[in-house]
């Protein structure tokens, strides 16, 4: 079969052939549908120099962690799937610690390797998944679903940190409205009445978030920012300028939620946010939240924008995602 492969670091990834894996025990072997391709593989392809030592990776590893895909065979021990079952790949918890025990399998304190972060990912035609990271799809095709599992589920649970704040009379701002926050305009939307102010440097990708339920849009610049006042603000950028920008929105007891991975740096003291104010890091989210985003989805009531490109185009598609090129997410279809 044919996989996106990571030889040595900072070095490009090959789409080279290997054999079709045999799930090991515990896992379930997918035909994969479609694979969404994130920043976060550009991280791990261009920039890291070694492999963090929570998550594990020896390379070589095939890269992708945004999986849909037909469940096409199970491990020793696996039950309660089906063969030819639809389904997407998230984040799979130990089950046991304290975090894992809440539902936030996200946090768990001993996550073993990932798809696409230590075990072999999605850029390819066949890949397993341990038994519980695979989630069911019902009525969607699953690689449109695959988007769900980060760019859906991240920034569906950065806008469920904030629910209290998403009320009838309250604004909140989305900086950054790509491949995260164009679900997140859409997931608010869904769930509450708030009012959504959108913020991005691209006009096409303002004029989606229009499309998409954003109540204002606007270009991220000072004069933008000076005259508004809101109650959260979820970041998908992360820069210094962006959290700057929200530093300057925010309300007394407001939120601000740093999804985006960017390097900013922000200098806090007791004078830097209004009064009860928070700032806050997410990561991920958890199955529960993953279930929940999918059946608004195949509800009709949240639709991933895609933009589809073939496994033999793949570098063609991450160069894309590095110009800017791609609006919404951009998914690799085997």
Not at 180 to 191: D, F, R, S, T
Not at 203 to 214: I, Q, R, T, V
């Amino acid at each position: 079969m044919k996989a996106y492969r990571l030889f040595e670091w900072k070095q490009p990834a090959k789409l080279v052939d290997i054999p079709i894996p045999e799930p090991e025990a515990g896992q379930v072997r997918l035909k994969v549908a479609g694979n969404g391709i994130c920043q976060s593989d550009l991280h791990l392809m261009y920039e890291w120099e070694a492999s963090p030592p929570h998550i594990k990776i020896e390379l070589p590893m095939t890269i992708g962690h945004e999986v849909g895909g037909y469940v096409d065979k199970l491990g020793q021990g696996v039950s309660g799937f089906e063969i030819g079952q639809p389904a997407v790949v998230t984040i799979a918890g130990c089950g046991h610690c304290y975090y894992c025990a809440q539902g936030w399998n996200q946090y768990c304190l001993n996550k073993g390797k990932q798809v696409g972060m230590g075990l072999d990912g999605g850029l390819a035609e066949y890949v397993n998944a341990p038994a519980g990271a695979v989630v069911p799809v019902n009525s969607m095709n699953p690689a449109d679903a695959a988007p769900l599992t980060d760019a859906g589920l991240s920034s569906y649970h950065a806008v469920k940190r904030i629910s209290n704040l998403l009320n009838g009379g309250t604004t909140v701002a989305v900086i950054g409205v790509g491949g995260l926050g164009h679900m997140a305009v859409q997931e608010i939307k869904a769930i509450s009445p708030a009012r959504i102010i959108a913020y991005d440097l691209s006009d096409a990708s303002l004029e989606l978030a229009k499309e998409l339920g954003a109540d204002v849009c606007l270009k991220s610049s000072d004069e933008n920012v000076e005259k508004m006042s809101v109650d959260a603000v979820l970041d998908f950028v992360g820069a210094a300028a962006t959290l700057k920008m929200a530093a300057k929105m925010i309300r007394p007891l407001g939120h601000i939620v740093m999804v985006g991975r960017g390097p900013g740096i922000f200098e806090y003291n007791h004078k830097a946010l209004p009064y009860g104010a928070t700032l806050s890091t997410t990561f991920g989210g958890s199955k529960a939240e993953l279930i929940e985003l999918i059946g608004l989805t195949e509800s009709g009531l949240i639709k991933p924008h895609t933009t589809k490109f073939k496994l033999d185009d793949v570098d063609e598609a991450y160069k894309k995602l590095v110009d800017g090129k791609i609006q919404g997410r951009g998914v690799v279809i085997p």
